[in-house]
Structures are given as structure tokens and as C-alpha cells.
Nanobody
Framework: QVQLVESGGGLVQAGGSLRLSCAAS????????MGWYRQAPGKQRELIAS???????TYADVVKGRFTISRDNTKNTVYLEMNSLKPEDTAVYYC?????????????WGQGTQVTVSS
């Protein structure tokens, strides 16, 4: 059984920083791309950052220059460093991993972690 567990969310003032972590565990053969999504109340879930197994990163325009995604392949963990946070960054943040097990390859999601930015 594969699990993705996120941590690091919380309440922060505008201009502050947070670091999210997402650790994958279980009978994992390999992990391909990993990404961070967020969903604000009343809005659709959106992709904000992704990273390939080789370390190539992409960012949504709304977070470019403020957020940094990274991963530690030895720990099956992806991180999201969030700086210069704004109230509009308030959302539940989810990680997703495209990974392979003995049963095949598919996407797995974490349970989400709340990030609240106060003005």
C-alpha cells in the first residue's frame, strides 16, 4: 500500500514563509514526476509546481519566483518552499506522485495540508 503524507502547513502572516513536505512510503518501485497542487474554497484544484525524476521543474505563473519545488529521491520526498506568501495563497495544498509499484503505474495523492495566509 502506498501513502503520501504531507506536512508543514499552517497559519502565517503575509510576507512570511512556509515549507511543505510530502513523503511517499510503501512498496514503491520508482517515482516519476511529483507535483504540488492547491485548492482554494470555491475554486478548482490547480497545479502550481512540478518536478521530474531528473529534477526539471515547472511553475504556475502565480507562484513563479516565490515558490521552489525540490525533491530528495533517497527519501521519496518532495518539498515546496513558499516565500513572500500572500493571502491569495490560502488553500489546501496537495502533493501528487506518478509512481510505479508491482501493480503498475498510476498517480497517488496526499491527504492535503491547509495553508492560511493572513493579511
Amino acid at each position: 500500500q502506498v501513502q503520501l503524507v504531507e506536512s508543514g502547513g499552517g497559519l502565517v502572516q503575509a510576507g512570511g514563509s512556509l515549507r511543505l513536505s510530502c513523503a511517499a512510503s510503501g512498496r514503491i518501485s520508482s517515482i516519476n514526476a511529483m507535483g504540488w497542487y492547491r485548492q482554494a474554497p470555491g475554486k478548482q484544484r490547480e497545479l502550481i509546481a512540478s518536478i521530474t525524476s531528473g529534477g526539471t521543474t515547472t511553475y504556475a505563473d502565480v507562484v513563479k519566483g516565490r515558490f521552489t519545488i525540490s525533491r530528495d529521491n533517497t527519501k521519496n520526498t518532495v518539498y515546496l518552499e513558499m516565500n513572500s506568501l500572500k493571502p491569495e495563497d490560502t488553500a489546501v495544498y496537495y502533493c501528487k506522485a506518478d509512481l510505479r509499484t508491482l501493480l503498475g503505474r498510476r498517480d497517488y495523492w496526499g491527504q492535503g495540508t491547509q495553508v492560511t495566509v493572513s493579511s
